[in-house]
């Protein structure tokens, strides 16, 4: 959905009602999530957008629209898009708010029971819960790398149950190639290079078929590079450390 920015072709088909269910949840996760710019443009602005009303299209987004609605249309336009929008964008916050107390609940269990958890309970399957999950696996990456694995991997599971119908599979896909990118670093850390390898790889093929976020497309870049560095293939590493910069 990076590539699909909050354009006037896209408002259109938002207002005429021609973007499925899915796509409406991508958008509103742009804005909320992915895109500053776009959240800025339409003033949505996280948590406290689901409260706030914005009456009038900002001049950057009439801007956009080539000046070809006049004002007042513009203005029942964007009350439009808020209307089509705000709904998921208050579910994803509810979902953010809850998704701590919901790792808490996981915590008290052993893993397998864990896992039984997110393949059956849909009040595990939102995009928040899966988002922390992999926080978490970050964070325990350097000190325990299996632990963090095994986090990651809860973490997938997670996006696999959310499922395409409920929310667009380009946005399933950045989080999955980020639960590779992390797995690949932890197999690094753990010295099993083999491992790491397959899953740079597997997290590459997941964000080719993601929102082109490049932000995702980085962390991988930088990741990997680490991983040439242990394997003292300094050219590759430098050259995926420019790519990741330069991103
Ligand atoms: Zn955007």
């Not at 929310?167 to 399933?172: K, N």
Request: proline share 3%; net charge negative; aromatic share 6%.
């Amino acid at each position: 959905m990076a590539k699909r920015h909050l354009d006037s072709r896209l408002l259109e088909k938002l207002l005429q009602g021609q973007i499925s269910p899915a796509e409406v949840k991508e958008l509103a996760w742009h804005l909320v999530e992915v895109c500053p710019d776009c959240a800025q443009t339409v003033e949505f602005d996280g948590a406290t957008s689901a409260d706030s009303e914005v009456e009038t299209l900002p001049a950057s987004m009439a801007a956009r629209d080539g000046g070809r609605q006049g004002d007042d249309e513009t203005e029942i336009s964007f009350a439009r898009v808020r209307e089509r929008l705000q709904g998921t964008i208050v579910l994803l916050h509810q979902q953010r708010v809850a998704a701590p107390a919901l790792l808490k609940e996981l915590d008290a269990h052993p893993i397998e029971r864990q896992r039984m958890l997110v393949c059956n309970k849909a009040r595990f399957w939102t995009l928040p819960v899966a988002e922390l999950l992999l926080d978490r696996a970050w964070h325990l990456g350097y000190e325990e790398p299996d632990r963090a694995q095994t986090v990651a991997e809860l973490a997938a599971e997670v996006v696999d149950s959310i499922g395409p119908t409920s929310f667009g599979d380009e946005v399933l896909n950045d989080l999955r190639a980020r639960s590779w990118a992390y797995r690949g670093n932890f197999h690094r850390i753990a010295s099993d290079y083999r491992s790491a390898e397959e899953a740079f790889k597997r997290a590459e093929a997941f964000h080719a078929r993601g929102t082109g976020d490049l932000l995702e497309q980085a962390r991988i870049f930088g990741l990997r590079s680490t991983l040439c560095r242990a394997l003292s293939r300094f050219e590759e590493a430098r050259d995926l450390l420019q790519k990741a910069i330069h991103i």
